[in-house]
């Protein structure tokens, strides 16, 4: 079964701070993977997209990594801002255009 | 260029009864995917149409169909409502032909059934 995980589910830093959030997935035989943004009751913008023969992607303060051989994938927020606080998804396409998404981490940017 | 919109914005219904929401594409995208998002979780696929077909369909009863027009435009429809339906509906379109693209996601219709 084709299955995309996030850890954590939830996490809190003080402003100013560089985190990492963490994607896996069960199948290397990927199209892509995108990280988007979702903030509360609203529909979802998209960060960042790697292609499947991608090693990584930047915009901004924003970096994503991806390793196929190890099923993994990583969003990098540099110098983190209050605003940034949002759920941020990840999502696999593994074929027919559809995309698989794990279940989110709820970052909090505290000032 | 328009991005994806989606109509209404919010909907409330009763158990058993039927609703329709409407998607409208990205300009030159004839493929529109439907998703449902469960509050804290992650979106979970319901299907896809291309070209006015049914294109593949997650793990959804039949109550959940579809429509495409010619416009690119797509409908979502449920009958029979049950609590468990209520949820964000999410629509994303892609342009034709490109495996591996973005999707580009609608601003979603949050559905309640009472």
């Known amino acids: 079964k084709q299955e995309v995980t996030q850890i954590p589910a939830a996490l809190s830093v003080p402003e100013g701070e560089n985190l990492v959030l963490n994607c896996s997935f069960t199948d290397s035989a990927i199209y892509n993977l995108q990280w988007f943004r979702q903030d509360p009751g609203k529909g979802l913008t998209s960060l960042l997209l790697?292609?499947?023969?991608?090693r990584e992607q930047t915009s901004g303060r924003l970096n994503a990594s991806l390793d196929k051989s190890s099923g993994r994938s990583t969003l990098y927020i540099a110098a983190s801002q209050p605003g940034d606080s949002a759920t941020y998804l990840c999502a696999v396409e593994f074929g027919g255009s559809r995309l698989t998404f794990g279940e989110g981490t709820q970052l909090t940017v505290n000032p | 260029e328009t991005g994806v919109t989606q109509s209404p914005t919010h909907l409330i219904k009763t158990r058993g009864q039927q609703v329709t929401l409407r998607c409208s594409s990205q300009s030159g995208h004839n493929t529109v995917s439907w998703y449902q998002q469960a509050l804290g979780q992650g979106p979970q696929f319901i299907f896809q149409y291309y070209r006015e077909e049914e294109n593949g369909r997650g793990n959804f009863p039949p109550r959940f169909s579809g429509l495409q027009f010619p416009n690119y435009s797509s409908e979502l429809n449920v009958n029979a409502l049950e609590l468990d339906d209520s949820a964000l509906y999410l629509c994303?379109?892609?342009?034709?032909?490109?495996?591996?693209?973005?999707?580009?996601f609608g601003p979603g219709t949050r559905l309640l059934v009472l």
């Open positions: 994303a379109s892609s342009a034709p032909g490109l495996a591996g693209g973005p999707q580009y």
């Open positions: 790697i292609q499947s023969s991608q």
